[in-house]
């Protein structure tokens, strides 16, 4: 059997909650049933803890607290995702070099007339993609760029799911997202995909809020000539009123 590689990286904003354990259970599962076969099997734990303004000392114990309550042990040190910024800034530096992204000195108004724009036409919300072939000696002197990534213009994205099956979008439906903010730090969607590979998790199996998350991955995935792990989008434990 190959070796299979999970990770359980819940955010430490908050006191973990039963979709969270949930996701936990069936990586921990997977994972332990692959190692009867292969030893090399492992069974991650990563802390999400890149977002420092919410970020809560207290709920980072309360995740190891609630994992060893359970009896969930996971393989090795858990991770902490800011303390490896160095590593995801190393790879938006490398994705600016491949010409797969680009500096955007768009200010905050600019964004947000941009958005009022979209909002009374009735388009997508999008940034309209006005520094992705913009010379940067037209930049602004006094305006911190941030990183956003190329998206594809044209064709497809395919994403074979485990648990939602074939999915397929369009690459209009994606935006050219920030990778890397104007402070330096590097936004969730460049982290997971770094830390998923240097980690070499071989299956990223979460929540399906994650689903739209995962076609805007691929395409780092892709530009950085890493592989695709394999998906599994699991559906949202909800309330009977759909909350």
Known sequence: MDTVVTRFAPSPTGHLHIGGIRTALINYIITNQAKIDNPDSKFFLRIEDTDRT????EAVQAIYDGM?????SWDGDAVSQFSRSDRHTEVAEALL?????????????????MREKAQKEGLPTFYDRRWRDKDEND???DVKPVIRIKAPLTGETVIEDKVQGKITIKNEQLDDFIILRSDGTPTYMLAVVVDDNDMGVTHVLRGD????????QKIIIEAMGWDTPIYGHMPMILGPDGS
Do not use: I, Q, V
Not at 54 to 57: A, N, P, V, W
Not at 68 to 72: A, D, T
Not at 106 to 112: D, G, I, K, R, V
């Open 68 to 72: 060893n309550w359970l009896g969930l």
């Open 97 to 113: 070099e491949k010409g797969m992204a680009y500096k955007c000195y768009c200010t905050s108004e600019e964004l947000e007339a």
């Open 139 to 141: 930049a602004p002197a």
């Open 209 to 216: 809020d994650h689903m739209n998350n995962a076609f805007r």
């Open 54 to 57: 919410r970020h809560s000392e």
